[in-house]
């Protein structure tokens, strides 16, 4: 389905992407992980083509999608929808409307200048924010929403293009955990109901091991782990990350703990404090 082959991306003298390869013979949800700086916004940029390969093959479904240019470079982006940190919405637009922008790259520039829609999609738009639980705030701008619903209101986008592919470059790192919670299980649940591949770059690790299927770990532009979450032991973390002896899981961690543990916590915290 997805074969990447030595694909490459330098920038001058520094290697961003070195000569990664990988396959993906079904629709997963793939969480890329690694330090900051080993390549994994460039490995999303150059799969969705915001920025060119130096080197390398991408094919989807047998085709190098590299090679695509013009209206077929622009058919491409819409089948792999991008996600963000920061969400990219127009900030004091409606919701709706926001995601309706997910329609842009194939209606007319007459349709676009005058914010004209098509009764079907302004439907559709608010079908799919039903699904997300946000069609409730569709008439409102879109600032005024918490970050995990502006993030929804961003996949709601995304879905408008109908992607084949949903890429999203550190999702949930501005949300708190509830949030980030609700994001990765929207994201999830997109993958399993719609079989559309996830391609996600996390810097959690338990955010990984939680909604993955599969988790391929770079270094210094390197893929230097692919497998399952059960492969990535803590031995395994560490050296992605290049850490020391001294690495613990819990730095990058956003775990969510049920009321009993924190209620614990809370608890040996108190004790602490009356000894
Ligand atoms: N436009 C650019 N021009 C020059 N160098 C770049 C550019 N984009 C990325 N790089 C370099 O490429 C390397 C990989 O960067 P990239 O943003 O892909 O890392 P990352 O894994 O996404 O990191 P982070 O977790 O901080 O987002 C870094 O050394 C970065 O400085
Ligand atoms: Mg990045």
Known sequence: MLAVNNLTKTFGQNVAVDDATFTVDQPMMIGIIGRSGAGKSTFLRMMNRLTDATSGVLEFNGRNVLDLK??????WQSDCAMIFQQFNLVPRMDV????????LGRRSTVATLFNLFPRDDIHRAIDILERLGIAEHAAKR???LSGGQQQRVAIARALMQDPKIILADEPIASLDPMNAQTVM???RRIHEEDGRMVIANLHTLDTARRYCDRIIGMR???VVFDGTPGQL???VARDIYGAGDDFSEGATSTEIRDDHEQLEEAE???AKVTV
């Open 142 to 144: 879109a600032e005024a």
């Open 70 to 75: 013009g209206h077929e470079r622009r058919a």
């Open 185 to 187: 299980e929207a994201l």
């Open 220 to 222: 210094d532009g390197r």
């Open 96 to 103: 709706v409307s926001n995601v309706l922008h997910g329609t």
């Open 268 to 270: 040996r915290l108190l």
């Open 233 to 235: 032991t803590t031995g």
